[in-house]
C-alpha cells in the first residue's frame, strides 16, 4: 500500500498535458524538394555572407525585393539598393560571422512560400546580436528567391523560462526501481518552455491504480516556484517550491476527492543528471498525521 500513501499525500513532482502519459509521435514526413532547396538557400545565405560574397548574396533575392528592419525602421527596395546595402554591410562586418537558423517553411501556393527563422550575428568577442525574420519566397524560373523580408527584434527570454532552467533535468521518462509496485512518470515543457508538464501513473502488479498531471510554474511576484497537481480520482492540490543546497522542498496542501484536506512537504534530491530521489514528510489528512513515506529513488528512462 506505499503507493496509496504516496498518492493520497498528493505527488508533486512529475508530468505530461492531460491526463494520460505520452503517445508516442508519429515520424515527421520527409521536406519536400522546394522546402530543401528553400533551407538550402537559407544556409548558402550564411555562407555567401561569411565569405564576404556580395554577388551572391544579391542573386538569391528577386528582382522587386523589399527588406523591412522594424528594428530602425528602415526599408529597401529592389534587388539593386539590396545589393548596394548588402556591399556596406560586408565593409562594416568585420570578422563577424552570420548563422541563419530555419524554423519553419509554409507553402502559400506551388510558388510562393513563408519562411520564418533567427539570424545570429556571431562577432569576434561579445555576445551575438539576434532577431528574427520573416521571408516570402517566390518560385521564378526553377529558383525560389526573396521576394519580401522582414526583421524584427527576438523577443526577450520570458522570466519563467529562464528561471525554470533549473528544473530542466525533470524533462524525460522515469521509473522507481521497485518490484511489482511501480511509478511511472513522463515530464515535458509547455509551449514557449514557460511550464513544466507532468503526468504520473502508479501500478501494482501491472494495474493502474491512479495517475495525473502536475503543473510548474514561476511565480514572479513571489519569486519561487508553484506547482499544481490534479490526480485521477478528483484530488487536486498546490505547493510551493523551496531550494535549500541539493534540497527541494515542496510544500503541499490539498483536497482529496471526497472532501478531507491534506497537506505534505516532498523532498526531492538530484542524484545525477539520470536518478533523483523523492520522498513525503510531515503528511496530514485532515487534521490527522499519517506516516512518512520512505525515500524513492526514481531513474531515468528516456529523455
Known sequence: MRKQFLLLAGITFLCLPGMALAQPEKPAAAPSADETAIRENAAAYGAAFNKRDAPALA????????????????????????????????????????????????????????????TRFIPEKGAPDESNYTAIEVKRDGRWLLDRVTEDAKPAIPVAREKLQQLAWLVGSWQDENPGEHLETECHWSRNETFLILAFKA?????????????????????????????????????????????????????????????????????????FTWQSTNREIHGRIEPNVDEVRMTRQSK
Open 59 to 118: 542573386a538569391l533575392w528577386s528582382p522587386e525585393a523589399v527588406y523591412t528592419n522594424r528594428l530602425t525602421g528602415e526599408q529597401v527596395v529592389g534587388q539593386a539598393a539590396i545589393a548596394k546595402q548588402i556591399e556596406s554591410q560586408l565593409k562594416a562586418a568585420g570578422k563577424m560571422k552570420l548563422e541563419v537558423v530555419v524554423e519553419k517553411v509554409e507553402f502559400v501556393s506551388p510558388n510562393v512560400a513563408i519562411e520564418r527563422g533567427t
Open 203 to 275: 501500478s501494482v502488479a501491472g494495474r493502474t491504480q491512479m495517475a495525473g498531471i502536475q503543473v510548474i510554474g514561476y511565480d514572479a511576484a513571489n519569486k519561487q516556484f508553484r506547482s499544481w497537481v490534479f490526480d485521477s480520482d478528483g484530488g487536486f492540490g498546490e505547493a510551493l517550491w523551496q531550494q535549500k543546497g541539493k534540497l527541494w522542498f515542496i510544500h503541499q496542501k490539498g483536497t482529496l476527492a471526497d472532501g478531507r484536506s491534506s497537506s505534505a512537504v516532498n523532498i526531492i534530491r538530484q542524484l545525477d543528471d539520470n536518478a
